[in-house]
T-cell receptor, first 116, second 114 residues
Framework: ETGVTQTPRHLVMGMTNKKSLKCEQH?????MYWYKQSAKKPLELMFV???????ENNSVPSRFSPECPNSSHLFLHLHTLQPEDSALYLC???????????????FGPGTRLTVT | EDKVVQSPLSLVVHEGDTVTLNCSYE??????LLWYKQEKKAPTFLFML????IEKKSGRLSSILDKKELFSILNITATQTGDSAVYLC??????????????FGTGTRLTIIP
């Protein structure tokens, strides 16, 4: 596969469940991102990993826990979510974010999450 | 498969020039097209377009959608160095499962030279 892939594409979970979202990039990039896209709201950056180290966490609730085991894989672990967490979660990757230069980000197709 | 293609991939112009960025798309059950400006952090929202032929304008930026030809353009007049960024186009559609889908292009990198 090429580009940025995300699994699952759709997820329905209860508030007491624990689940994980997975993202994989095949582009040789060294930075990966999680975004949240809620209905009628702009894209929100959640986490950034550059060279496998987390460099930004925009005050995301602790019920969202990211993990980046290597430069090609990124996970978002979910536990005790709320209905308002229902949204489209997008993963993206780019090259060389350390310099602060905004390189083009390649986005995955997203995981549509519904919390019941 | 849904697809969003932006052109050019990169563009370098002098301050004061006018630029036009292009976005063409193929998407199932089109709902809207969005433009974002990305600098150092998360993309910032610029426009949402849902109807053909109606120009949206914000200061020196404007955008228009053509739903028949499946494209949109983003114009920036009298460019300034602060306009240097990556401009992302995204298209919202409805998947075969009835859920919303958002497909992004890879962006156009705009560099304004003082």
């Amino acid at each position: 596969e090429t580009g940025v892939t995300q699994t699952p594409r759709h997820l329905v979970m209860g508030m007491t469940n624990k689940k994980s979202l997975k993202c994989e990039q095949h582009l040789g990039h060294n930075a990966m991102y999680w975004y949240k896209q809620s209905a009628k709201k702009p894209l929100e950056l959640m986490f950034v990993y550059s060279l496998e180290e987390r460099v930004e966490n925009n005050s995301v609730p602790s019920r969202f826990s990211p993990e980046c085991p290597n430069s090609s894989h990124l996970f978002l672990h979910l536990h005790t979510l709320q209905p308002e967490d229902s949204a489209l979660y997008l993963c993206a990757s780019s090259q060389d974010r350390l310099a602060g230069v905004p390189y083009e980000q390649y986005f995955g197709p997203g995981t549509r999450l519904t919390v019941t | 498969e849904d697809k969003v293609v932006q052109s050019p991939l990169s563009l370098v112009v002098h301050e004061g020039d006018t630029v036009t960025l292009n976005c063409s798309y193929e998407v199932t059950n089109f709902r809207s097209l969005l433009w974002y400006k990305q600098e150092k952090k998360a993309p910032t929202f610029l426009f949402m377009l849902t109807s053909s032929g109606i120009e949206k304008k914000s200061g020196r930026l404007s955008s228009i959608l053509d739903k028949k030809e499946l494209f949109s353009i983003l114009n920036i007049t009298a460019t300034q160095t602060g306009d240097s960024a990556v401009y992302l186009c995204a298209v919202e559609g409805i998947s075969n499962f009835g859920n919303e889908k958002l497909t992004f292009g890879t962006g156009t990198r705009l560099t304004i030279i003082p």
